[in-house]
């Protein structure tokens, strides 16, 4: 069975500054997706960032960018210029792509992550 | 289109009682999944249909939820019976066809149910 662990609870970060998120994860598929979400205290889920297993190429948007380790199992996410908006809490996801998937996604148990003035 | 939409925002219930949600996915999406995130967890799978058809049931579904998809449109999940267990947050979430390129979810802003 798939599973993604994320061993940070908290974070905490000055604002302008960068934070690295872990998030380790567990499969024997060869080829996935890894996220990266973000939930704020409205409860909404957003998408901060996408990696494609088969694509060696780290990820990155604007602020946020990925190092994706696929030998080591291993995802983590650099947030640079940290903002006060960046502060909620964030979670790693994984979904198989092999034919017939239904792409369900399979979250950690999320960093809170605190950006302080 | 305002996205994935989910309502009631906040469901209070009494144990036992009997409670329905309903999600609105984002129009284009065939693919539609529920989720239950308990205080401090991550969200986990519940069920997922693509058009009308159920094609997943996460083993977290016991006999007491059901789901539906009339038509493809909108879904609705049902609780039965109401436990102080079931106190989560459900989430509903969408996607475009295509699932080996469309893989991201559009979330709605969930349902917090809280059962007394």
């Known amino acids: 069975a798939q599973t993604v662990t994320q061993s940070q609870p908290e974070m905490s970060v000055q604002e302008a500054e960068t934070v690295t998120l872990s998030c380790t994860y567990d499969t024997s598929e060869s080829n996935y997706y890894l996220f990266w979400y973000k939930q704020p205290p409205s409860g909404q889920m957003i998408l901060v960032i996408r990696q494609e297993a088969y694509k060696q190429q780290n990820a990155t948007e604007n602020r946020f960018s990925v190092n994706f380790q696929k030998a080591a199992k291993s995802f983590s996410l650099k947030i640079s210029d940290s903002q006060l908006g960046d502060t909620a809490m964030y979670f790693c996801a994984f979904t198989n792509v092999y034919g017939g998937a239904t792409n369900k996604l399979i979250f950690g148990t999320g960093t809170l992550l605190a950006v302080q003035p | 289109d305002t996205g994935v939409s989910q309502d009631p925002r906040h469901k209070i219930t009494k144990r036992g009682q009997n409670v329905t949600f309903r999600c609105d996915p984002i129009s284009e999406h065939n693919r539609l999944y529920w989720y239950r995130q308990t205080l401090g967890q991550g969200p986990e799978f519940l069920t997922y249909?693509?058009?009308?058809?159920?094609?997943?049931k996460s083993r977290l579904l016991s006999d007491r939820f059901s789901a539906e998809r009339p038509k493809g449109s909108f879904s609705t999940l049902e609780i039965q019976r109401t436990e102080q267990g079931d106190s989560a947050m459900y989430l509903c979430?969408?996607?475009?066809?295509?699932?080996?390129?469309?893989?991201?979810?559009?979330f709605g802003q969930g349902t917090r149910l809280t059962v007394v």
């Open positions: 979430a969408s996607s475009p066809p295509g699932d080996r390129v469309n893989t991201e979810a559009f």
């Open positions: 249909f693509q058009n009308e058809a159920q094609l997943e």
